[in-house]
């Protein structure tokens, strides 16, 4: 059976991702790939990483799990309205629509006059990619079980009243909780393995370069952070698991 390296929050940043890939190629024979979510927004490389990743896919070797950054942006093509007005560009959206146009929007979006239908058909050839991505599964190794995504679920099973700053999907579990790691047992006996909050904000005496490894008293492990803040300067990591379920970290400091 492969390795399965499963990568935090890479926002754009491209270069760092091949530098991350490239180590555990060297280390590791036979990879699979999984993404927590968050490939775009905020860092300058949005479409790279995606087209990167759906090479990867192609070959049947990768996963993608979809973050709040991936939700919002398929929000603001499909018209839904599900998040509040200029929700997305608020949060890293234009560089997505620079990175994605390859630029022929960034006049538009200095000038403030870009629409959703000026981006959509620079997305659609991406769309099926996007629109595959999934919210959360789980799997079952021989020393551990890990539920994989975006957010995990803390004690607010996912109802992060706290976070407001935008209107939520009325289903916004696994995308959008801010708790996670103030969980004390299992997710029905699985370790969450998420991102979404950089672990500085979860601890800020933490190594922000390394992940966030939550254990409860009884040294039980309930759940990991991997969003180590790559687009903040910090780094991007991965949690390189073998094929009887343990694991190790691999982490580069951010290129981009």
Known sequence: MPFTAVIGDIHGCIRTLDRLINRIEARYS?????????????????LEVTE??????????????????????????????????????GTGGKLTVSSFSRKE??????????TNWDFKPYLEPYQEFFDSAEMYFGYDYPRNKYMFSHAGLGPSNGKVGRVTEYSRRKDYLYIWTRDTEQSQKKHFGYTMVHGHTPVKKVDP??????????????????????????VYGYALSAMVI????????????CMD
């Open 52 to 89: 990167l990743f759906m090479e990867m896919k192609k070959q049947g070797r990768f996963r993608m799990l979809l973050g709040n950054h991936e939700d919002m942006m398929l929000d603001y093509t499909g018209l839904s309205a599900v998040y509040a007005p200029n929700a997305w560009f």
């Open 242 to 253: 073998d094929d009887a379920g343990d694991f190790e970290f691999v982490s580069e400091r």
């Open 30 to 46: 036979d990879v699979n790939y999984i993404s927590l979510g968050d490939i775009v927004d905020r860092g300058f490389h949005s």
């Open 105 to 114: 929007l960034d006049n538009k979006l200095t000038l403030g006059t870009v």
């Open 205 to 230: 005496q933490h190594n922000p370069r390394t992940p966030f490894v939550n254990r409860n008293k009884a040294g039980e492990l309930v759940s990991v952070n991997l969003d180590t803040g790559c």
